[in-house]
């Protein structure tokens, strides 16, 4: 009896071990596929920006609203374009949710205080493309929703095609978005998944039917190819450190001479290699971003080097690009030192009333005249360290942040690569 009972016991034990290593390994395999899910994320979803057809009014909105507009730009999926620039948009305000508004550096602080920090945002779930091959639901998010301008490098020389090299470097047209002032209409940013049909037609199905393609060798892209990638993660002068990495991914498919070398969705990594916060003294902060590697679809990784040319910011955003690239804050204009003047003035007027009051209250002998120059010395000394205080303007590029870079050296990729990453493309899953 003593023997079995111990018996039983040992093997409860097992059973139980064994129970426990099973939830583990379950749970181990759940977390590697999450990690999975998150690493395939920034590939899997398109980016669709939609130009609205009049200007929108968030505090009017309500459940059931319709919203048209046009997309701004084509949609691509790898080298195929499921979706050209100028295809209708309509989407349905599903419901409505309270977000942070986002910070804007127009205004100085004192501006900030009166301006209410949330307000509402449309929540949509779909949203129908309707275009030359008929109407597409995409399941969609709503990113951002705001004006925007583009910013270039100042005085930066772009390198193009060498003499005696055949062929053209070209990025996929994108629409025109801007006009001479370089002011966009209101811009709807959505994140948005798509699911491809098994019956369309791919560029590995057409070739079956046609002749093999040569992919031996390698295509060459020249210095000074320009790519328009888009960001994946904030990045801004005040709480990036240098080395933190960038990520970003091709928006539009890299040609050369009318072949895809760089799909859309290609993996796009940098670092942050300085970064000066905005500090005392309206002092506006800084930003030098560098780029150092692609990853293809197909997960071949190619060292480059790039730099930041252009942007597409918040019109409200003050930040320039100079001619190495480099990110900055612009100076506090006309208004905002006016601004900023003025309240320094009334706030020393109160520093100076009160402190004469205060010491005539404190000292029966004193008058007027006798408080007068100790008021104005102690108002001037605050009206200074208020205006010493102020800090510059923020770089601030937020997540989906449209940019271009440029190739500071020849960039060589073999055939069979770029081959090998459209098929994945196509048919992965």
């Known amino acids: 009896m003593v023997r079995s009972g111990w018996l039983s016991k040992a093997n409860r034990g097992i059973l139980l071990w064994v129970a426990v290593a099973a939830v583990s390994g379950a749970c181990l395999a759940g977390n590697e596929a999450a990690r999975a899910q998150d690493r395939a994320a920034p590939n899997s979803s398109l980016y669709v920006k939609v130009q609205l057809n009049k200007p929108l009014k968030l505090s009017k909105l309500k459940p059931g609203d319709v919203i048209e507009g046009s997309l701004a730009r084509d949609v691509y999926s790898s080298d195929r374009d499921l979706f050209t620039a100028g295809s209708h948009v309509n ?44 109407e597409s639901a995409l399941q969609v998010s709503l990113v951002s929703i705001s004006r925007e301008r583009e910013v270039h490098a100042q005085g930066k020389k772009k390198s193009g095609q060498q003499a005696g090299e055949t062929g053209a470097v070209e990025v996929s047209k994108s629409g025109g978005l801007y006009g001479p002032t370089k002011l966009a209409a209101p811009m709807m940013v959505l994140e948005a998944s798509y699911v491809e049909d098994e019956k369309t037609s791919s560029p590995i199905a057409e070739s079956s039917s046609s002749p093999a393609p040569d992919l031996s060798g390698v295509e060459t892209l020249p210095a000074g190819t320009t790519c328009k990638i888009l960001l994946l993660g904030d990045i801004s002068a005040s709480k990036s450190q240098a080395g933190d990495l960038v990520q970003a991914r091709l928006l539009e498919p890299v040609l050369l001479n009318s072949q895809v070398v760089l799909p859309a969705g290609t993996l796009v ?103 007068a120059g100790v008021s104005r010395i102690v108002s001037t000394c605050v009206s200074g360290v208020v205006m010493v205080s102020r800090r510059g303007r923020d770089v601030v590029l937020p997540r989906f942040t449209e940019m271009n870079i440029a190739l500071d050296r020849p960039l060589s990729v073999s055939k069979s690569a770029a081959a090998a990453t459209t098929a994945v493309i196509v048919h992965g899953d």
């Open 91 to 134: 989407l349905i305000v599903d419901d409505l949710e309270r977000r942070r508004r986002t910070p804007d550096d127009h205004w100085p602080w004192v501006v900030k205080v009166f301006t209410p920090r949330h307000e509402n945002y449309p929540v949509f779930k779909t949203a129908t493309v309707s275009g030359a091959s008929g």
């Open 269 to 371: 990594a940098g670092n942050v290699v300085r970064k000066v916060p905005p500090r005392w003294g309206s002092r506006a902060g800084s930003l030098y971003l560098t780029f150092t590697e692609l990853t293809l679809p197909g997960g071949n990784l190619i060292p480059i080097t790039a730099s930041l040319t252009g942007a597409e910011l918040d019109r409200r955003s003050h930040t320039k690009i100079d001619a190495e690239g480099q990110l900055r804050g612009e100076r506090p204009g006309k208004a905002w030192m006016a601004i900023n003047i003025g309240v320094t003035a009334g706030l020393a007027k109160e520093v100076d009333d009160t402190t004469q009051l205060i010491i005539e209250a404190i000292v029966s002998s004193a008058t007027d005249a006798s408080t």
